[in-house]
T-cell receptor, first 116, second 113 residues
Framework: AQKITQTQPGMFVQEKEAVTLDCTYD???????LFWYKQPSSGEMIFLIY??????QNATEGRYSLNFQKARKSANLVISASQLGDSAMYFC?????????????FGKGTMLLVSP | KAGVTQTPRYLIKTRGQQVTLSCSPI?????VSWYQQTPGQGLQFLFE???????NKGNFPGRFSGRQFSNSRSEMNVSTLELGDSALYLC????????????FGPGTRLLVL
C-alpha cells in the first residue's frame, strides 16, 4: 500500500517569493511515479509536474520544480516567484509503475495563500 | 486539444434518489478514472475503466457503479443516495493504464439533501 504525507495544512508566501511544499511518501514498490496537482477553488485538479522514481534529474516545469530525494522518500514542490494566481490547494500523489492496474494515491493537500 | 469534460457541473438530489454523472476524456485517452473528494476523507479512488472494462475498484459500496463506452466516454451512477454522498466527483483520463499522467476534469459537485 502507498501513503502520501503532506505535513503543512497551510502555507503563506508573499508575491514573488519562492515557496516549498513538503511531501513524503511510503511505498514498497521499486518503480513509481510522483505527481503534483493544483486545485483552485473552482475544483479542477490541474497537473503540474511529474517525477519518475528512476529519473536521475529533478523535474522542472516552468516555475515549478520537484526536489526529489529518493533515499528520504521525499518529493517536495518548489514554486519560484510566487504569483497571486498560485493561491490554491496543492496535492502530492503517487502511482506505482506496473504493467497492470495501479491507482493514484493522494496526500491531504496543502493550502497555499499568496499575498501581494 | 480539448480537456476532460464533465456534466453536469452541479447537481442537487434528495436522499434515496439516484444520479448519473458523465465524463468525456481527452481525445485519444482510453483510460478513465473516477474519484470522490470530501473535506473529511479527501480524495478517494472509485474505479478505473479501460477498453469498456472496469480494471480497478476502490473501497466503495455497490451503490456506486460505472461504465465506459466504446468512444471511451464514461458514466458513473450512484443509487439510493445518502447524505454522505455529497462530494465533488472528479473524472480523470490518461492515455493508457499504468503510469501515465492522469488529467482531471472540472468535477461535478453533488449535494444530497
Amino acid at each position: 500500500a502507498q501513503k502520501i504525507t503532506q505535513t503543512q495544512p497551510g502555507m503563506f508566501v508573499q508575491e514573488k517569493e519562492a515557496v516549498t511544499l513538503d511531501c513524503t511518501y511510503d511505498t514498497s514498490d521499486q518503480s513509481y511515479g510522483l505527481f503534483w496537482y493544483k486545485q483552485p477553488s473552482s475544483g479542477e485538479m490541474i497537473f503540474l509536474i511529474y517525477q519518475g522514481s528512476y529519473d536521475e534529474q529533478n523535474a522542472t516545469e516552468g516555475r515549478y520544480s520537484l526536489n526529489f530525494q529518493k533515499a528520504r522518500k521525499s518529493a517536495n514542490l518548489v514554486i519560484s516567484a510566487s504569483q497571486l494566481g498560485d493561491s490554491a490547494m496543492y496535492f502530492c500523489a503517487m502511482r506505482p509503475r506496473t504493467s497492470g492496474y495501479s491507482t493514484l494515491t493522494f496526500g491531504k493537500g496543502t493550502m497555499l495563500l499568496v499575498s501581494p | 486539444k480539448a480537456g476532460v469534460t464533465q456534466t453536469p457541473r452541479y447537481l442537487i438530489k434528495t436522499r434515496g434518489q439516484q444520479v448519473t454523472l458523465s465524463c468525456s476524456p481527452i481525445s485519444g485517452h482510453r483510460s478513465v478514472s473516477w474519484y470522490q473528494q470530501t473535506p473529511g476523507q479527501g480524495l478517494q479512488f472509485l474505479f478505473e475503466y479501460f477498453s469498456e472494462t472496469q480494471r480497478n475498484k476502490g473501497n466503495f459500496p455497490g451503490r456506486f457503479s460505472g461504465r465506459q463506452f466504446s468512444n471511451s466516454r464514461s458514466e458513473m451512477n450512484v443509487s439510493t443516495l445518502e447524505l454522505g454522498d455529497s462530494a465533488l466527483y472528479l473524472c480523470a483520463s490518461s492515455l493508457d493504464l499504468g503510469t501515465e499522467t492522469q488529467y482531471f476534469g472540472p468535477g461535478t459537485r453533488l449535494l444530497v439533501l
